[in-house]
C-alpha cells in the first residue's frame, strides 16, 4: 500500500474544447466588504476564458479556473487591478512565509493608522467635550477657536488615515457600483464637510438661526472604529491559518547534496530537481524525492499518521519534511519549492478556506444589492428629516444620513460564511481531516449513509499474527521465540508483527549468531547452534525442505486471507505463523459513534463473503456488501443514492476511486493512494475512522456556525437601519449617533469573526468504549 499523497493537486486540470482548464489563486488587497467580492465574480466570471470565478472575502483570495489559450494569469491580474484592486502575483515557493509576511504587512499598516488616528481622535474628543469637562476655566478657548484645532486634528484622519476608503469609493464609482467604502466615504465625508462649513462660513447657519455644531469628532471616531474592526478581522484571519502550520510542522532548513562529485551542505531553496540528495539516520527529509541508494525507515507521522516507521528501498517515495529512523541512503529531488508534499498540503487547506460553500450563495446575492438599497434609503432618511424634521432639519437630516450609511456597512455579512468556513477547514487539518473545499464541509453535516471499504480502512492495512501452527509436538512458544529473536533486527512489517507478538507474551529472544536475508523469500539465522529458516514457500522448496501436513494448512490459512511463515529448523519444517490484516482498535467504537449521530453504516469490500461477514459482525455495521468487484463499487453507491440517501464513501485503495468520486462526499484514508485520495473530497490524514465521525461532526457545527452568523449579521441590519433613520424619534426621541453607530457596527463584525473563531474550540465528540 502506498503511504503518501505525493500527487494530491494543488491544480485540477481537464480538458474543455481542446485546451487545458487551469485552477489558479490570487491574493487580492483592497477588498472593503462582499460587495467586493460580488464585484470582482461578475467582472472575471464575463471575462474570455473564465470557466468559473470565485472571490473569498475572509481570506482575501480568488479562485479562477480558466481555458488556457483564451486568457491567462497576467491578463486576469490586470482585469482585477482595473477594478482598483490589488493583486500579489509573486508565487513564492514557500508559501507559509509568503502568507504570513503578507498578513504581517497588513496588520501593521492597519495597526500605525489606528494608533495615529487615535492619537488623534482622543484630543479631538476632548475639544468636542472642552465645556463639558470643565476645561474651559482653566484654559479658556472660543468655540471658532475650538472648531478650528478640531478642523486640525480631523483632516489627516479624514484623508490619511481614511483614504483607503475614498480610494475604495472611486474605484467602485469608476466601475459604476458601490460597496463598503462608498457608504463611509459618503457618510464621513458628509459629516466632514458640514464641519468645515460651519468652521469657516459660520454665516450660513447663523443667518437661519440655527446653533451650528462641527461633528468632526463623529467623522473621526468612525474610521478609527472601523480601523480596529478591520484590525481586529485581518488578526482573526491571521489566526486561522496557524492550524495548517500546526498539521505539517516545519521544513528543513538546509539540505546535503552531491554536486561535482563532492558532498556539500546547501539551503533547501538551492535544492534543485534532479540533485542527489543524502540524509543520515534521525534527519528530516528536506524535500520530496525517489531512493537511488541504500534503505531505510522512515517516520511520516506528521503526513499520514501512521506511527510505525515505513520501510523504504531502492525506488520507494520519500516524502519532504518527514524524518529518517535508521539507514542513511541517498534519493532523487523530484519535487521541490511549491510542488513538495508540504506545498500541496498547504495549497490544499487553503483552497477549501477560499471556497464558497452553497449556504454563502444566498448572501452574496443579497450583497449586490445592499449597499444601492442603502443609498436609496440614506437618500430618503435625509429627504423626510429635511422635510418635516424639526429645526435644526439640516443637521437632523445630515446626521441620521450618515448614521443609515455607517450602520448599514455589512462587513458582518461579508465574514459570515467565509470566517466559519476558514476556521472550520483549519480546525479539521488540526485533527487530520483535509477538507478539499467548502461544499464539501457542507454536504457532509447531511449524510445519512456512510459506506466503508474493509481493507486498510477498517482493518489496519497491517499484518498481525493471528495463529500460531506446529508439527510433531514442537512447542508453540517456541517457535514463536525462535522466530522474532531472529527477525529482532528487522523493518520488516512482517517481521515486526512476529516481534510485537513475542513481546507481547514477555518472551527472552535468543542471541543470533549469522543472519542473511533473501530478497522475495525470507531471512536464514543461526540461532542457539540451530539453523533457522523463515520466509515463504519459496524459501523451503529452494532449501529442499518438505512441508508435510503443512501444506494443507497453508492452503486454509491462504483462503481466509492470511499470509502464512513458515519454519524450518534444521533442514525440518516445524510449523507456521500465520499473520494478517486485523481490526483496527478504534474501528468498533468509530462505527458505534456513527450510528449514535443517526446514520447507516455499511462495509463494501471484493473480498469473499465469508470473512467479509465476520469481520462486519466484529465491528457492528448495518449491511455488508461482499464479493464486490471495483468497476460494481461505484454502481453500489449510485445504487444506494437512488434510493434517497445523502451518501458518504470511505476508502483508501486506486478500487475505491470510482466510488469516491460517485459519492455526495468521498473520505480517503490518507495512508491510502494517490488516486483514492485525489478523487476524494475530504481526506483522513491519520487513516483513523474517528475522522470520520470526527469530520461529520465538525461539518455539523460549522453549519450551526454560519447559520448562527447570517442570523446576527441580517438581524442586526434589520434591526438598527430603521433606528438609524430615525423611526424611534417620533415616539421615544432616540437617535442613533453616527459615533455609536460605527461603534455598533464594529462590534457587529467583531461578533460575527469571534463567533467563527469559537470553532478553533471544537472538539472531538467522545466516543464511548464497547
Known sequence: MAHNLASVPATKVKPDNGSKTIKDSFSISGMGCSSCVAKIE????????????QVNFASETATVEFSQGQTDRQNLIQTIEALGYKVADQQSDDPVAEEKHGRDSELKKLQLKFLLGLALVI?????????????????????????????????????????????????????????????????????????????????????????????????????????????????????????????????AKTARVIRAGEEIEIPIAEVVIGDTVIVRPGEKIPVDGVIIMGTSAVDESMITGESIPVEKQIGDEVIGVTINKTGSFHFKATKIGKDTMLAQIIRMVQDAQGSKPPIARMADIIAAYFVPAVIVIA???????????????LTYALLNFIAVMIIACPCALGLATPTAIMVGTGRGAELGILIRSGEALETTHKLGTIVLDKTGTITKGEPAVTDLLVLDGFDKTELLRLAASAEKGSEHPLGEAIVRRAKRENLVL???????????????????????LLGNIHLLNDN?????????????????????????????????IAVADTVKETSTRAIKALHQLGLEVIMLTGDNRNTAEAIGRTVGVDRVLAEV???????????????????????????????????????????????????????LISGDLTGVVNAIALSKATIRNIKQNLFWAFAYNALLIPVAAGVLFPFFGILLNPMFAA??????????????????????????PG
Not at 461578475?42 to 470565478?53: E, F, N, R, Y
Not at 475639544?127 to 486634528?153: A, E, R, V, Y
Open 42 to 53: 461578475k467582472t472575471l466570471k464575463k471575462t474570455s476564458g473564465v470557466v468559473h470565478a
Open 123 to 251: 484630543p479631538l474628543f476632548i475639544l468636542m467635550h472642552w465645556d463639558n469637562m470643565g476645561l474651559t476655566t482653566i484654559f479658556p478657548l472660543t468655540k471658532q477657536n475650538n472648531f478650528l484645532l478640531q478642523f486640525i486634528l480631523q483632516t489627516p484622519i479624514q484623508f490619511w488615515v481614511g483614504w483607503q476608503f475614498y480610494r475604495g469609493a472611486w474605484n467602485a464609482l469608476k466601475n459604476r457600483t458601490s460597496d463598503m467604502n462608498t457608504l463611509i466615504a459618503t457618510g464621513t465625508s458628509a459629516a466632514y464637510i458640514y464641519s468645515v462649513l460651519v468652521t469657516f462660513i459660520p454665516s450660513l447657519f447663523t443667518a437661519a438661526g440655527i446653533a451650528a455644531e462641527v461633528y468632526f469628532d463623529t467623522a473621526g471616531m468612525i474610521i478609527v472604529l472601523i480601523l480596529l474592526g478591520r484590525f481586529l478581522e485581518a488578526r482573526a484571519k491571521g489566526q486561522t491559518s496557524e492550524a495548517i502550520k500546526k498539521l505539517i510542522g516545519l521544513q
Open 379 to 393: 437618500l430618503l432618511t435625509f429627504i423626510v428629516w429635511l422635510s418635516f424634521g424639526p429645526d435644526p432639519a
Open 510 to 532: 535468543a542471541p543470533v549468531a549469522e543472519f542473511s536475508a533473501i530478497p522475495g523469500q525470507g531471512i536464514k539465522a543461526q540461532i542457539n547452534g540451530c539453523n533457522l
Open 544 to 576: 529442499q525442505v518438505s512441508l508435510g501436513e503443512l501444506e494443507g494448512q497453508i492452503t486454509n490459512l491462504a483462503k481466509e486471507g492470511k499470509t502464512p511463515m513458515l519454519v524450518a529448523v534444521d533442514g525440518k519444517a516445524v510449523g507456521v
Open 629 to 683: 468487484l471495483p468497476d460494481q463499487k461505484a454502481a453500489e453507491i449510485e445504487r444506494l443514492q437512488a434510493e434517497g440517501r445523502q451518501v458518504g464513501m470511505v476508502g483508501d485503495g486506486i478500487n475505491d476511486a470510482p466510488a469516491l468520486v460517485q459519492a455526495d462526499v468521498g473520505m480517503a484514508i490518507g495512508t491510502g493512494t494517490d488516486i483514492a485520495i485525489e478523487a476524494a473530497d475530504i481526506t
Open 743 to 768: 461603534a455598533a457596527m464594529g462590534v457587529s463584525s467583531l461578533t460575527v469573526v469571534s463567533n467563527a473563531v469559537r470553532l478553533r474550540r471544537f472538539k472531538a465528540p467522545v466516543i464511548q
